[in-house]
């Protein structure tokens, strides 16, 4: 596998899978209004993987959960391919979840009484789909878990447990993977591993990637890092390397 400074071969697709219209978000009225994204524009491309950074309070989270539908803008568009999904009911957004959308948390969010083979089926069996035989074993097989299927989550380490979190996202086959500080509870090597596999899932299924961090040194694993202040897109740099991106966040926090 490469590392974050490796010649990467994104998949050739250009097409947006997530696109981004104006996003506005507020909370609060009156004088305790905060504005936590102002009409940000953005595209997230078929095949490509980007890293979404900013100083603390910059909209970093507020634009992920946005655009994956976890929580509704208070104006502008998402777009989930050609699909916008606004004004979409919450039954219908929890199908386009379920379906098109896998999510990796800094907090692993597996359930301790489910076997590592079970977590991984959860969001099928959720969606009212069984598992294709040995397609669960497959996934646990990808992310080199093979072996701990039958082991829950408090007999693995963090990043075992963190690779479970991903063959989970992955089951469904989804067209973007959102990943909110996937490597904030993990130690540097471990950390490496899991965003080396993540690069390699996207160089193979041509899946968009959308990673929100505070690290440098995960930012540069990704082919672009978007830059956030204020709830606006400042700036982007595409396949910079760590120092790059820590001299940019520098700058930005200063």
Known sequence: ????????????????????????????????????????????????FTAVMGPS???????LQCAAGLDRPTSGQVFLGDREIGNLSENELTVLRRTRIGFVFQAFNLLPSLTAEQNVELPLRLAGRRPARGG???????????????????????????????????????????ADEPTGALDTNTSREVLELMSEVVRDTGMTLIMVTHDPVAASY?????????GQVHTEVRGAGAREIADVMSRLEG
């Open 1 to 48: 596998m490469g590392g974050p400074t490796a010649a990467r071969q994104p998949h050739t697709q250009t097409t947006d899978q997530v696109r981004l219209v104006g996003l506005t978000r507020t909370y609060g009225s009156g004088t305790s209004t905060v504005h936590a994204l102002r009409g940000v524009r953005a595209s997230f491309a078929s095949g490509s």
């Open 57 to 63: 309070g910059s909209g970093k989270s507020t634009l």
């Open 136 to 178: 669960v074993r497959d996934a646990l097989a990808r992310v080199g878990l093979a072996e701990q299927a039958r082991r829950r989550p408090d007999a693995l380490s963090g990043g075992q447990q963190q690779r479970v979190s991903l063959a989970r996202a992955l089951i469904t086959r989804p067209d973007v993977l959102f």
């Open 222 to 230: 990704a082919d672009r890092v978007l830059f956030l202040v204020d």
